[in-house]
């Protein structure tokens, strides 16, 4: 059970799940949780556990190079192949069936991020930078289909971007980890490319201009002085990586800014709530 809940990517689910809740509550500006919100939750661990599992398919191999401590239970052979096709399938249709009960629009857009998800691994990946921002605008998307499942769709674009920006910066240092595993496969992720010092001056300085876009934007939405006091320790943060990256440093920062986005969701709520 420990390996089903590993491989599904829990505490990711987890987060998707409160995205959408937070995604929502931005959105109405209000702490309410009515049933579509619920369901639009549901909807986005469904996709999310089928990502996550059709990933882990893609990459065994990779996986077993940059994961050689077992972390991906498949790649070390303790969750079978059928089992994972199983999670995918059930994801996939739990994340229909909820969509559905939303409306034909949170459909669509389900439908959309599956189109991005399944030839991400084999496809998207191995174009580097192009791979980059599809899997950052997947990731920050929670925030707006909770906009999308309340009927106010506007409202999160604003969380939308930001969340996007900083998963954007999170997926290049993810890969500037991963570089032995993608060399193996084949990848041209862009460590691969332009080369890991390189690679970490564009993540550094993507990092350090999302504090100025998370000032502007949210100032430009009238969000609300809560939402600067909080964000400033998420900011801080970010700028941390950035220094890091920018003096070579490469270990942890991964944690750090999925820390940063975990603050940053609680700022935006305050922001539109408080």
Do not use: C
């Given at each position: 059970m420990v390996d089903l809940l590993r491989l599904v990517r829990t505490n990711n689910l987890l987060l998707a799940a409160a995205g959408v809740l937070a995604g929502g509550w931005i959105a109405l500006g209000t702490l309410q949780v009515p049933t579509v919100l619920v369901l639009a939750a549901v909807s986005a661990v469904g996709f999310g556990m089928a990502g996550y599992v059709l990933n882990d398919i893609w990459d065994r191999a990779a996986d077993q190079v940059n994961r050689p401590g077992g972390e991906r239970p498949l790649a070390a052979g303790r969750v079978t192949r059928g089992t994972a096709d199983l999670c995918v399938a059930g994801g996939v249709l739990v994340g229909l069936a909820a969509a559905a009960l939303v409306s034909g629009t949170a459909v669509l857009v389900g439908l959309?991020?599956?189109?991005?998800?399944?030839?991400?691994?084999?496809?998207?990946?191995?174009?580097?930078?192009?791979?980059?921002?599809?899997?950052?605008?997947?990731?920050?998307?929670?925030?707006?289909?909770?906009?999308?499942?309340?009927?106010?769709?506007?409202?999160?674009?604003?969380?939308?971007?930001?969340?996007?920006?900083?998963?954007?910066?999170?997926?290049?240092?993810?890969?500037?980890?991963?570089?032995?595993?993608?060399?193996?496969?084949?990848?041209?992720?862009?460590?691969?490319?332009?080369?890991?010092?390189?690679?970490?001056?564009?993540?550094?300085?993507?990092?350090?201009?999302?504090?100025?876009?998370?000032?502007?934007?949210?100032?430009?939405?009238?969000?609300?002085?809560?939402?600067?006091?909080?964000?400033?320790?998420?900011?801080l943060v970010v700028l941390a990586v950035a220094s890091r990256l920018f003096t070579g440093r490469t270990q942890g920062n991964s944690r750090l800014l999925k820390g940063a986005m975990l603050v940053g969701i609680v700022a935006l709520v305050a922001g539109r709530v408080a």
């Open positions: 959309g991020a599956l189109a991005v998800l399944v030839p991400y691994s084999p496809l998207l990946k191995r174009r580097g930078a192009l791979g980059n921002v599809a899997v950052a605008m997947l990731a920050g998307l929670p925030l707006m289909y909770g906009a999308i499942a309340v009927g106010r769709a506007a409202a999160g674009i604003v969380p939308w971007t930001l969340a996007a920006w900083i998963h954007l910066v999170r997926e290049i240092v993810k890969d500037i980890d991963d570089q032995a595993g993608d060399r193996a496969l084949g990848r041209r992720t862009l460590p691969l490319v332009l080369g890991p010092r390189r690679a970490r001056a564009v993540a550094a300085v993507l990092a350090a201009a999302f504090v100025p876009l998370s000032l502007a934007l949210p100032a430009e939405a009238h969000y609300h002085g809560a939402y600067f006091l909080i964000a400033l320790f998420a900011q």
